[in-house]
Structure formats: structure tokens, C-alpha cells
């Protein structure tokens, strides 16, 4: 039984809390409908950057002394950026809940955004993108969606470029910060022992002045046509990537897709581990993903290897997905697969963090707390034969992009 209440006050702010008496610990979050996806090509990177300054210190608090608070409590704050959201949350024990509400209201409202830290974060960040660059694992997927959303926002990295990121000013995350910490598009969300009451009264309390402005509207994403990428790295393995656009939060089809990943490569006991891996001895690495926003995905399959296995890699991937055109799964794979994926949902839900993030995901998707039972229920009602209708649209390489790095042009040979 999920208890679960949701207020939204006349600043636009929605509170949406779960009270889990069991525990003695609670997640807070405050999350705000705005990501590199709401970003232009001029400041492209500016959510990611005010995510590390609202850490840099305010009117009332060092930046050692915001963590120190915390941690001091047996706590912890920290924040993300997505392209299409922020985060900022806390974790602690229940009888330190207001502290952690305040100090996160605190970093929110009143951070200075000083030059001189501003210059040294962007140091920071620079050498998180080329950590980036470093990785072929993370920048293959960057250079996959640059490519298939392309024309688009969604287009844009999270980081941002380097060129950006030396050039922000004060003035500019002022500026930013104010249309991005909207009250009309922030959620405050909570789970543990926590009263539904008590989160209002503190929102009321910390952050009853804020003035909600109109929300900006995102523009409806327009699919290209791709092209094939090869990258060029001095590196051992080769890393491919073969994927597509498909259906996004707001389409029912999107469950289909999600079984149809599990099944083909999202655990030890799918079929491409178990083909490539298992019975071939090639590519530690091979996994289908799904990467979902509000209005669409990327579908596909990653995998490294070594130059001499690349070739026989790509071939075994392009059998298993003409076996799953061809021919529909078995009744114990698909059982074995909606198991594995309520498995996860459920036992994630043991994690406050989870919980927080599973609310706000449905509250900013859907509109609306979506129960369990609804959850479980579109696992569940997922056939056989749908597999195979969306196997013989989703798997249709002559619909994929590749994105291939490696140490020297092999893109003919996949």
C-alpha cells in the first residue's frame, strides 16, 4: 500500500510525498522541469552549470559550510542535470528533515554566483567533458543522439561545449537561474517518515515568496534522416552503437519497446549475452537500451570488442534480430523478462532515492501519481505478438545508425 498525497500551491509548486512510517531516513528532492533540452546553442550547458554553482555558496553559507551542515547530520545533498530536468536532493535521518529543506531552499534562492568561483567551477566542468572525451562508452551515446536528434534541442549534451562553459558570467546564471527555478515548474518531492503536512508547511515556510512565471513550451521534436558516424581514437577496443528513435513516455507503445530490450540484451539471461558473450566469447560488453524522454526514445544496442571481432560481433547481432522478427518469443522468455523488469521496479522501491524518483517521474510524465498495480498491469499485458510486431519495426537495421570508435576506419566491416 503506497500512501502518496500531492498539493499544489497558488505559486504553481507541486508537493507530492509518500509517508513510509517503517523507516527512520527520508529522500527529498526538488526537481525542476528544465535540462539541456530547454537550452539554445549559445548556452548550451548552462543547467549543468548552475547545478555545480547553487553548491558554490549564498548569502548565508560558505560553500564547506552547506556541506558541512549536512554531513554533520549523517546526511548528504547532491544534484543531477538530464536533458529534460534538475535535481537537487538530500538524504538524512528524520529528525534532521527541516535542515536538510532548508539549506536545498537556501542554495536555491540565494546563491551569489561569485566570479571567482564561477572561474574555477568552469575549470571543473571542462575537465568533466574531457572526461567524457576519454570514455568511448559515454561519448559513443553523445555523438548517437547528436546525430539522430539532430535539428533539435534534445540534440544538445548536458555539459555543454567548452566554449560555453569558459564564457558563462555572473549575469548570465542570474538570469537563468531565475527562469529556470520557476515555482510553475518545480516539484518537490519526499518519501520516509515524513507527514504529507509537514513538507507543505515547510515549502510555505521557505519558499512562500517565490513568483511563478509562465512555463516555456518545448517544440515537438522532428526526425531527420541519420547518418552513419566513425570516430576516430587511439584506443584498444572498438565500441559500436546501432539505434534508432522511437516512442517516448507519452505513448503506450513505449512498454512494448521495453520488453521487447529486456528480452534481446538487458540481463545475463538475454539473447544477445547469451549469443555473443556466453557461447562466442566476444564483446564483454553488449546490452540493448532504451532511452526514454517525454515524447520519444533512442532503441538500440551497444557493444565493445576487440578489431578482429567486430565483423563476426555484428553479424550474430543482425541473426538474433531476424530471429525476433521472424519468429515470436517463447512464453517462458517473455514471462522471464516482465519478471525481470517488475523485479526491478519493486525491489528499487526498498531505496528512498528510488522512490523519490519514481513519483517524479510519474508526476512530470503522466500528470499523476501512476499506481503499482497500473505499472505492473502494463508489464503484464504485453504479448507475444505485439514482441513480434514491434520486433519487426524496432529491429529493422536498414532504420538504424551506427556510431562506431575505433582506432582506425572500420565502419565498412559492420
Known sequence: MFNYKITELQ???????ENVPYVKSFALGFWFDSGSRDETTENNGICHFLEHMLFKGTSKRSSKRISEEIESLGGYLNAFTSKE???????????????????????????LFKEGEIKKEAKVIVDELYDVE???????????????????SLKYTILGTEKNILSFKHDDLVKHSKEMYNPASMYIISAGAIEHEKVVAYTE???????????????????????????????????????????????????KVNVLSHILGEASSSRLFQRLRERNGIAYQINSFLNSFSDISTFGVYLSTNEKSIGKATSLIHEEFKKMR??????????????YIKGSIIMGLESMNNRISRMANSIIYYGRIRSMEETINS????????????????????????????????????
Do not use: W
Not at 505559486?11 to 510525498?17: R, Y
Not at 521472424?326 to 519478471?339: G, P, Q
Open 379 to 414: 508489464i503484464e499485458c504485453v504479448t507475444k505478438e505485439e514482441i513480434l510486431e514491434t520486433a519487426q519495426v524496432e529491429l529493422d537495421e536498414k532504420n538504424m545508425m551506427k556510431v562506431l570508435i575505433s582506432s582506425k576506419d572500420l565502419l565498412k566491416k559492420v
Open 326 to 339: 521472424e519468429k515470436k518469443v517463447s512464453d517462458a522468455e517473455l514471462k522471464r523478462a516482465k519478471e
Open 85 to 111: 530536468h534538475t535535481c537537487f536532493y538530500g538524504r538524512g535521518l528524520v529528525n534532521h528533515y527541516e535542515k536538510t529543506f532548508e539549506v536545498l531552499t537556501d542554495m536555491i534562492q540565494n546563491s
Open 134 to 152: 576519454d570514455q568511448p562508452e559515454e561519448l559513443i551515446f553523445e555523438k548517437f543522439e547528436e546525430e539522430v536528434y539532430k535539428g533539435n
Open 205 to 255: 515556510k521557505y519558499l512562500g515568496n517565490l513568483i511563478s512565471a509562465k512555463p516555456k513550451k518545448r517544440k515537438k521534436v522532428v526526425i531527420k534522416q541519420s547518418s552513419d558516424l566513425q570516430i576516430i581514437k587511439d584506443i584498444q577496443q572498438v565500441h559500436l552503437l546501432m539505434g534508432k528513435s522511437t516512442y517516448g513516455y507519452s505513448s503506450a507503445e513505449r512498454m
Open 11 to 17: 505559486s504553481g509548486i507541486k508537493i507530492i510525498s
